[in-house]
């Protein structure tokens, strides 16, 4: 989320897509059948940790982010955590992968190109909020997310380093994202889906168990979601509270939303004695309250940060779980997207809250499990039922009782990839009707709080 803001995708709402359908399961290297419109794979560069094509802004920014999700296990089964690397030196006593230095963290960051910006943490985990998203760690995962041209894939050899480095190794490896809107623009290695599954196979020498499938969910004639999963051995329950993550993925928000979060619709400096970084912190607050996202995150621990001349991204933690938001408002390309691992039973609530908030004319839902929470989460109205039924009704408007606009869902995919891993993926589009706003109307209206239970 640079000074380069702005989504990769933006006009109409598409047309309705075909019957629900899971697409294709696509396995090793032959992707014939994926049709992405994306050029051919750009020459790789040196792969060392500060190489790489470094590109202008076009004035097309690719919001949606790119997820690399990251399971180690200890490499002596025998060992415990007082076998393992430790460092109680600080607030708190954190082992395994939160052993990691600073250096060693940059150094991974530096391979997808992008900086650390602040951070926050709790007993559980660090959070820390980047220049292009995000950044979590556990002491056996971690969450990298991130957007525009960003190398993410890159990374994984240094992780693979750095985990033998403290006694880990690789348990499990998921790598997901949306189809590129300007997939031109992308950096090796991420010229396309079959280039990324190549060059994630080309580490298996270092490791074997990245010996994974991909897979594509959705029409491929509109949004879609890629997915490659390796998947081996059973994750630590106890450690990493991930069994399921939610990401909302909102195209053309409401444009009086998106003008929040614009750098000089706030006060550059209160007072001489306010600092440039005194200013950026005060600012970010200010669009999170004006947004409501504080309230979409209550009793969490707030990491937000705005951008220049426009753009915000927020980390924020409680317990064992993070959500995390990145917004890029440019107008005619906005973009807005919220995920969550929070272990609530029902995400209709949340999803509602964070729909009213941003105002959408469209969104991409998508939800990754396992068996486990998913039997936790028990009926799924949103991935369930037929097209044609499945609705979310959200009240924008409180000047007007009952006044709500509906989004319907226009397609649905879900599969079940490795031995227990349940992804889902869903389009929805705003119906016209009587709850559609008045940009007067629209920008009186706050979202509601959610509840926090169940973590």
């Known amino acids: 989320m640079n000074s380069s803001c702005g989504d990769s995708i933006g006009g109409s709402i598409p047309s309705p897509a075909p019957p629900d359908t899971v697409v294709a399961l696509l396995t090793g290297t032959d992707l014939s059948n994926l049709h992405e419109d994306e050029p051919q794979p750009q020459q790789p560069f040196d792969d060392d940790d500060y190489s ?53 963290l940059d150094r991974i ?30 002491p056996y995962m ?46 090796f290695p ?11 196979y080309s580490h298996r020498n270092l490791c074997e168990r990245l010996n994974g499938n991909g897979y594509t969910l959705g029409p491929v004639t509109s949004d879609h979601w890629f997915v490659f999963v390796a998947d081996h051995t059973k994750r630590y329950a106890e450690d990493n509270d991930t069994d ?28 001489p004695d306010e600092t440039e970084e005194e200013a ?15 309230q979409l995150v209550p009793g969490a621990s707030i990491d937000p940060r705005a951008f220049e001349p426009c753009g915000y991204s927020m980390n924020a933690i409680l317990f064992r779980s993070y959500s995390t938001m990145h917004i890029t408002p440019e107008e005619g390309s906005s973009y807005a997207s919220f995920e969550t691992n929070q272990k609530v039973t029902n995400y209709t609530p949340l999803i509602s809250n964070v729909v009213r908030a941003f105002r959408p004319k469209r969104f991409v839902m998508t939800l990754m499990a396992d068996e486990g929470g998913l039997v936790q989460m028990g009926s799924n ?48 589009v705003l119906e016209d009707g009587p709850g559609s706003l008045s940009a007067e109307e629209a920008e009186s209206q706050r979202p509601r709080g959610l509840s926090v239970a169940n973590y």
């Open 52 to 104: 790489g094509e470094i590109r202008e802004y076009t004035g097309a920014f690719e919001g949606p982010e790119k997820t690399l999700e990251v399971m180690f296990r200890r490499i002596n089964p025998a060992d415990d955590d007082s076998s393992l690397c430790s460092d109680s030196s600080g607030e708190f006593n954190r082992v395994g992968l939160r052993t990691l230095s600073r250096p060693d």
């Open 109 to 138: 960051c530096a391979r997808a190109r992008c900086t650390i910006l602040s951070s926050v943490s709790n007993r559980y985990l660090d959070a820390y909020v980047l220049s292009e998203s995000s950044l979590f760690v556990y």
């Open 142 to 187: 971690v969450v990298l997310k991130t957007c525009g041209t960003t190398t993410l894939l890159r990374c994984v050899a240094v992780l693979i380093e750095l985990g033998r480095k403290i006694g880990l190794e690789i348990d499990w490896l998921g790598y997901n994202r949306k189809n590129f809107s300007f997939p031109g623009d992308q950096m």
């Open 190 to 200: 991420h010229g396309s889906f079959h280039q990324e599954m190549e060059y994630l």
């Open 244 to 271: 399921r993550v939610l990401n909302i993925m909102m195209f053309d928000i409401d444009e009086a939303v998106a003008k929040k979060f614009y750098y000089d619709q706030y006060e550059a400096r209160i007072g």
């Open 280 to 294: 950026t912190k005060r600012i970010s607050m200010e669009q999170t309250k004006s947004a409501g996202i504080d």
């Open 381 to 428: 109205p949103l991935f369930e039922g037929s097209t044609s039924k499945s609705k979310i009704a959200v009240s924008f408007n409180k000047t007007k009782p009952g006044a709500k606009s509906t989004y319907k869902r226009s397609n649905l995919a879900s599969i079940q990839v490795e031995d227990d891993v349940c992804c889902m993926m869903g389009n929805w």
